[in-house]
């Protein structure tokens, strides 16, 4: 049974930091990521990695965002720097299947409040 399991979400203070994890088992992973959906709106991408470790973000969280991975591990990591309240949302963990890059896992989704 495929698994990702996200930690590392709660309320932080603007300009404060915060260091998402998502651990994955259960199968063989490809590219894994980051997404996020505030109130009211889509689910938008935050980032990307590959198992050689090119990233991809969103324009809105380039110099912001670090996202990272362990492959021994199966685990990917996102690093949140200088957070601002619009960056308050839920944050999924997401992983393609190596086998079907077709297929695709989420997590349950982590909060991330950013308030005074």
């Known amino acids: 049974q495929v698994q990702l399991v996200e930690s590392g979400g709660g309320l932080v203070q603007p300009g404060g930091s915060l260091r998402l994890s998502c651990a994955a088992s259960g199968s063989l992973f490809g590219i894994m990521g980051w997404y996020r959906q505030a109130p009211g709106k889509e689910r938008e991408l935050v980032a990307t990695?590959?198992?050689?470790?090119?990233?991809n973000y969103a324009d809105s969280v380039k110099g912001r965002f670090t996202i990272s991975r362990d492959n021994a591990k199966n685990t990917v990591y996102l690093q949140m720097n200088s957070l601002k309240p619009e960056h308050t949302a839920v944050y999924y963990c997401n992983a393609r299947s190596a086998l079907n890059p077709f297929l695709a896992y989420w997590g349950q989704g982590t909060q991330v409040t950013v308030s005074s």
């Open positions: 990695i590959t198992t050689g470790g090119s990233t």
